[in-house]
């Protein structure tokens, strides 16, 4: 991945920000990574890797916005000292960029949450409510198994509020 291929927009971007852009993504996952990233420069192109799957809509509002969408495969990423410097695409044309945003999916590294039985959220995450309370009754989680926000302190905010809650449920479901 090199400097300058990204993960996160929040966690590197103000390094990129008013650079030659672009997203690697598709569909609602392309499209919102662009909504949010286009603000941050006026050169951005959604890079779909293949046929879009764009809906009409979201391709219009990409072209309304100066967001070019380009459904060329990728081959590789030419890099010079990890500094992104091409795209090159399997037809043999390349594309220059100074980053790339590339969202990797979301993976549980442990069975745990699906073997009691806890819901996942469309991306993947564990599903909870307010209080961290997941699908099943009684079973709290927190952190990076169901946000997006992953940073320590959206953590331990999160563990804060399932610690609390949790003991007030229980006496709730006594009284």
Not at 127 to 145: M, R, S
Request: charged letters at 20%.
């Amino acid at each position: 991945w090199g400097i300058s291929v990204l993960h996160c927009p929040y966690c590197h971007g103000y390094e990129v920000r008013n650079e030659k852009t672009g997203i690697l993504g598709n569909g609602d996952v392309g499209y919102d990574f662009c909504r949010l990233i286009s603000t941050w420069t006026e050169d951005l192109t959604l890079y779909t890797n293949g046929a879009s799957t764009l809906t009409a809509e979201q391709l219009s509002r990409c072209q309304t916005h100066n967001i070019q969408v380009i459904e060329k495969e990728f081959d590789k990423l030419e890099h010079v000292n990890g500094h992104l410097q091409n795209i090159l695409f399997k037809d043999g044309s390349k594309s220059s960029l100074e980053a790339l945003y590339a969202p990797s999916p979301f993976e549980h590294h442990c069975a745990i949450p699906m073997t009691l039985g806890c819901e996942l959220t469309e991306d993947g995450y564990i599903k909870v409510d307010q209080f961290q309370e997941t699908t099943v009754e009684g079973v709290f989680a927190c952190g990076d198994n169901t946000t997006r926000m992953r940073t320590v302190a959206n953590a331990v905010s999160m563990g804060t509020t399932a610690g609390a809650a949790g003991p007030l449920k229980v006496v709730a479901a006594r009284a």
